[in-house]
Every structure is written in structure tokens, then in C-alpha cells.
């Protein structure tokens, strides 16, 4: 069986510091690639130099939910031209985080990623996060 972690934050204080260690204990488990989540656009090049160096890491360039109104001026042609890398295989994150977001503001936040992502050729990593306390509604 073929394990990838499909939602890893590399760059993460606590993680970061020990990169290549948290890489290589969960190579040892029979974890065999690592999709490393960017969730703003400050994080985009280090996390596309973690998916250079190592070969079983890829990248994806986008903004959380909760991150978006701190980017105004990103708009979906920053996106295309961060996401033309061959180490990086997808848009996100992006979408609806109804966890700590009310739905309104969760869905205007995350649309233009959304709709950008839905293009052909383009692939997305979709926050679709609920939480029944907070929003009355499933996960």
C-alpha cells in the first residue's frame, strides 16, 4: 500500500526546525510522498524550496480562508503564475472553513481561489472544514 500525507504544513513553527527529521520518521512508517500546503502568499517560496530539495514533496500555492482578507491585491493572475512550477500541483488552500468563519464570510473569502481552480488543468486543495457547533450544519 502507497501512503501520501495529501495535507502537511512543512513549514510550520515545531516542524520546520526539524524538517528533514519529520520527513524521514514518516518515510520510515511507508509514508512515500507529501503534499506541503501553503496558506498564504508569504510561505509560497519556502514551501516550493521544501518540494525542490526533496523529491517525494510537491507544493501548493494559495491562501486560507481565515488569510484572505490580509491579501487584497492577490488576485487569480499571482495564482496561474505561482502555480506554473513543475513542483507545484495544485491551488490551495482554498475554499469554505466554516470553523471558526461565519458561512458568509467563509464563502466570499474562498470563491475567487475556487472558481480559478476549477479551470481546466488546474487543481485545488479544498478546505471544506464545518463545525456543527459553530454553524448547526454537518461536517
Not at 502537511?8 to 513553527?13: A, D, G, P, S, V
Not at 525542490?52 to 490580509?70: I, L
Not at 473569502?109 to 463545525?131: E, H, Q
Request: proline fraction near 4%; glycine fraction near 8%.
Amino acid at each position: 500500500m502507497r501512503l501520501i500525507d495529501s495535507h502537511c504544513h512543512l513549514n510550520y513553527e515545531g516542524l520546520v526546525e526539524r524538517q528533514a527529521e519529520v520527513l524521514e520518521n514518516a518515510r520510515e512508517r511507508g509514508v512515500s510522498g507529501f503534499l506541503n500546503i501553503s496558506t498564504r502568499k508569504s510561505e509560497w517560496d519556502q514551501i516550493v524550496a521544501v518540494a525542490e530539495r526533496e523529491p517525494d514533496v510537491w507544493a501548493t500555492v494559495g491562501v486560507h480562508p481565515h488569510e484572505a482578507d490580509a491579501h487584497p491585491e492577490l488576485g487569480a493572475a499571482a495564482l496561474v503564475e505561482a502555480a506554473d512550477h513543475a513542483r507545484v500541483i495544485a491551488i490551495g488552500e482554498c475554499g469554505l472553513d466554516y470553523y471558526y468563519a461565519s458561512r458568509r464570510m467563509s464563502t466570499r473569502r474562498g470563491k475567487p481561489a475556487c472558481r480559478l481552480s476549477c479551470t481546466p488543468a488546474r487543481r485545488s486543495r479544498i478546505r471544506p472544514r464545518s463545525s456543527r457547533k459553530r454553524s448547526g450544519k454537518g461536517a
